[in-house]
């Protein structure tokens, strides 16, 4: 197998027939969950994460199979703020709970990771700091480097002592 990281979730992936024939397989054979298997496989070994989904097109051919896969982002969010009292102000504003809300503090500025939301949330979120993209292994970067401030439930944990 060879595989190829494209990118920081994506992967190109070519199975020879050798390969195949290790698994019971040929290119006529191979079904798409034998693919996904294989890609899981691949990810593994070129070290990228698969938190999310997977997603993989599949080539057979006589000279093998070429596979591309690319990890589905989980549905989550960064924003950055200047000091504590604009991650205050976003927690004021925000009338419903975001019980998986966590806040690190790193190179002075405070981090808030979100999973899910609505629209209207990121919105009044982006008011007060600034939607961040992150960069592949950030993290881990936070991680390693970081002071995880509030672990969960970030802005009850904030309202309940910063009325």
Do not use: K, N
Not at 31 to 53: C, H, K, N, V, Y
């Amino acid at each position: 197998m060879t595989i190829e990281p494209i990118g920081s979730a994506s992967v190109a992936l070519y199975i020879t027939p050798a390969d195949l024939r290790q698994h019971g397989l040929t290119p006529e054979s191979i079904t798409l969950e034998e693919a996904l298997s294989m890609a899981r496989q691949a990810f593994q070994e070129a070290g990228i994460a698969t938190d999310g989904a997977i997603e993989i097109e599949a080539f057979p051919d006589v000279c093998g199979v070429l596979v591309f896969a690319r990890v589905q982002p989980t549905d989550e969010s960064w924003y950055s703020f200047d000091g504590l009292e604009e991650v205050l102000s976003a927690a004021r504003a925000l009338a419903a709970p975001w019980p998986d809300a966590t806040l690190t503090l790193w190179e002075g500025r405070y981090w808030l990771r979100l999973e899910g939301g609505d629209q209207r949330a990121h919105c009044l979120l982006s008011e007060f700091g600034r939607p961040e993209l992150p960069s592949p292994y950030f993290d881990a970067r936070l991680r390693e480097h970081g002071s995880v401030l509030i672990p969960g439930d970030a802005f009850a944990v904030l309202l309940r002592h910063f009325r």
